[in-house]
C-alpha cells in the first residue's frame, strides 16, 4: 500500500499506457456512512457496470477481479476512509492508496492513473498547529486527519500578589505591576519558542491561535516571521477547552484555510486574466499552454470533467482528430481533464481543486496561471 504524498501522486500521473486503459477507482470505505464491506462491494459493482456502458467493446475483467479481490480481502479498514485503486493488467499495473478521508466514488478508464482527486486530498492532510494561550499557560497540538498527533504544554504561573502590608505606595505597585507584566511577556516569548521549535521538529502548513486580542497582539510579536506567514484564522475556544471541543473547532478551522487558499488563487487568476497574457481560462486555452509547458499553477473546479483528445506526443485537445503540435492523428480520451492534471503535475506545476468556487466556474471551470 502507497502512502499519498506529492512524490507519490506524481508518480502514479508519471505511468503512460496508450493502448491498454488504465483504470482508477476511488471508493468511499467510510465506516461511519458504510458499517458492513457489504455496501461498499455493491458500490464498486455498480461503477463497473457503469464503465461498461460506455466502453462495450473493452476487456476489464482482470482489472475488475484485482479491484474486488482488493476491497473484499485486503482492506484494512483502520483509519481508512476511502481507496484509491489504479490497475492497468495488461501491463501488471496495479497501485492501491490507503486515504485518511472519505472520497466520491468513480470509477473511470484513462491513459494513465487520474490523480486529481488525490491532489485535493493532499492539500486538505496538511497538518495544522493549534496554539492556546492566555498570561500564564500555553498548550501546543498538531491535528492531522482531525485528530491530535502532538501535544506540549508550558505553564509559567505569574505571582498571585505581591503582599503589600508593609509598602503600599504607588511607586512599588506600578513596580510590581511591571514585573508581572514583564513575567507575562516572557510566557509569551517562551511560548512562541515552544512553537517554532515543534513547527521545526514536526512541521505544519498553517498555525491558528486561540487567545484574547491583547494576548494575541503579544504573542504575534514574538512569533518567528516564517509563523507568522503561516497564521490561519483564529480558533475560539478557551485555553482549558476538552480535546474534543478544540477538534471540532480545528475542523472549522482547516475548512476555512482550504477555502481561503482557493479563493486567494482564483482571484490572482482573475487579476491576472485582466492584467495581460499571463494566465489564461477554459479547457481549450488551458490544454494549449500545458502543450507549450507554460503552466505554472492548474486551478480546476472539482468534478469537471470533459471527454477530449490526445497524442501519442503528450499534446492534449478539446477538438480533434488532428494533433495542435504536430499534426498526428490523436486518439480520443473519456477525461480530459484528468490527463490534463496529470500533464501539469509531470510539468511541475501546482494544482489546485476548487470546490463550489463561483468565480472559477464562470472562467469554464478550468484556468492557468502561466509560467511566462
Ligand atoms: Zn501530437
Redesign the pocket.
Known amino acids: 500500500m502507497t502512502v499519498i504524498t506529492e512524490a507519490s501522486i506524481k508518480e502514479l500521473a508519471g505511468f503512460k499506457s496508450s493502448d491498454a486503459p488504465v483504470l482508477s477507482c476511488y471508493l468511499d470505505v467510510d465506516g461511519r456512512k458504510h458499517v458492513r464491506p457489504k455496501e461498499y462491494l455493491l458500490e464498486l459493482e455498480s461503477l463497473k457496470k457503469k464503465l461498461l456502458v460506455t466502453h462495450k467493446d473493452q476487456d476489464f475483467s482482470a482489472d475488475f477481479a484485482l479491484m474486488s479481490e482488493h476491497v473484499r480481502t485486503q482492506l484494512d479498514r483502520h483509519g481508512v476512509r476511502g481507496i484509491a485503486m489504479f490497475s492497468c493488467a495488461a501491463k501488471n499495473y496495479w497501485k492501491v492508496i490507503a486515504l485518511p478521508v472519505p472520497v466520491a466514488n468513480r470509477l473511470s478508464a484513462n491513459q494513465s492513473p487520474v490523480v486529481g482527486p488525490l491532489e485535493a486530498i493532499v492539500h486538505e492532510l496538511e497538518p495544522l498547529g493549534v496554539l492556546l494561550v492566555d498570561r500564564q499557560r500555553a498548550r501546543m497540538f498538531i491535528f492531522q486527519f482531525g485528530e491530535v498527533v502532538e501535544r506540549t504544554e508550558l505553564f509559567e504561573p505569574l505571582p498571585r500578589e505581591y503582599d503589600r502590608r508593609d509598602d503600599a505606595s504607588r511607586g512599588s505597585r506600578e513596580r510590581e505591576q511591571h514585573h508581572i507584566d514583564e513575567l507575562a511577556q516572557q510566557h509569551f516569548r517562551h511560548s512562541a519558542e515552544v512553537v517554532f521549535r515543534l513547527f521545526q521538529e514536526k512541521g505544519f502548513g498553517h498555525l491558528s491561535i486561540g487567545a484574547t486580542d491583547d494576548v494575541h497582539a503579544a504573542l504575534e510579536h514574538h512569533l518567528h516571521p516564517y509563523l507568522r506567514e503561516r497564521l490561519a484564522p483564529r480558533i475560539h475556544v478557551p485555553v482549558a477547552a476538552s480535546e474534543t471541543d478544540i477538534a471540532k473547532a480545528v475542523f472549522e478551522i482547516e475548512h476555512l484555510v482550504e477555502i481561503e487558499r482557493e479563493q486567494s488563487m482564483v482571484l490572482k487568476l482573475r487579476d491576472t486574466l485582466g492584467a495581460g497574457s499571463k494566465a489564461v481560462a477554459g479547457l481549450g486555452a488551458v490544454l494549449d499552454r500545458l502543450n507549450e509547458r507554460r503552466v505554472a499553477t492548474l486551478l480546476i473546479s472539482n468534478g469537471f470533467e470533459q471527454s477530449g483528445w490526445s497524442?501519442?506526443?503528450g499534446?492534449l485537445a478539446v477538438k480533434g482528430p488532428k494533433?495542435p503540435?504536430?499534426g498526428?492523428e490523436?486518439s480520443r480520451v473519456d477525461d480530459v481533464v484528468s490527463d490534463a492534471v496529470d500533464v501539469a503535475l509531470l510539468e511541475g506545476a501546482q494544482i489546485v481543486t476548487c470546490e463550489g468556487n463561483a468565480d472559477l466556474d464562470v472562467h469554464g471551470r478550468i484556468g492557468a496561471l502561466l509560467r511566462y
Do not use: G, N, S
Open positions: 497524442c501519442a506526443c499534446a494533433c503540435v504536430d498526428q490523436m
